[in-house]
Nanobody, 124 residues
Framework: QVHPVESGGGLVQAGDSLRLSCVAS????????MAWFRQAPGKEREFVAAITKSGGNTYYSDSVKGRFTISRDNVENTVYLQMNSLKPEDTAVYYC?????????????????WGQGTQVTVSA
């Protein structure tokens, strides 16, 4: 098992940057595919980015491609989401998720372990 804990959210202005971190306790972090999802009020949870176990492959939603970068450090049991050129529409609670199968998916239903979320608010 892993237990993700997110941090790094906050209130920023449009155009600013933030880096989210997710520390996932557990001895086998490198066995898990990891992803970031987000959920805005009144909306469904949506895929943001994912990274494979080794970090060799990354995937992004069209809405963040070119602005966000996902990475991981399997020694520190941490996955990051670097968010640049933030827009007001990026405002949401951001969740870190781990896939027990080791694969990565675009749907939140395929992830087993979730963090509590961190709020990101981007003002215009």
């Amino acid at each position: 098992q892993v237990h993700p804990v997110e941090s790094g959210g906050g209130l920023v202005q449009a155009g600013d940057s933030l880096r989210l971190s997710c520390v996932a306790s557990g001895r086998t972090f490198s066995n898990y595919g990891m992803a970031w999802f987000r959920q805005a009020p009144g909306k469904e949870r949506e895929f943001v980015a994912a990274i494979t176990k080794s970090g060799g492959n990354t995937y992004y939603s069209d809405s963040v491609k070119g602005r966000f970068t996902i990475s991981r450090d399997n020694v520190e049991n941490t996955v990051y989401l670097q968010m640049n050129s933030l827009k007001p529409e990026d405002t949401a609670v951001y969740y870190c998720a781990a896939s027990a199968s080791g694969n990565v998916y675009y749907t939140h239903r395929s992830y087993t372990y979730w963090g509590q979320g961190t709020q990101v608010t981007v003002s215009a």
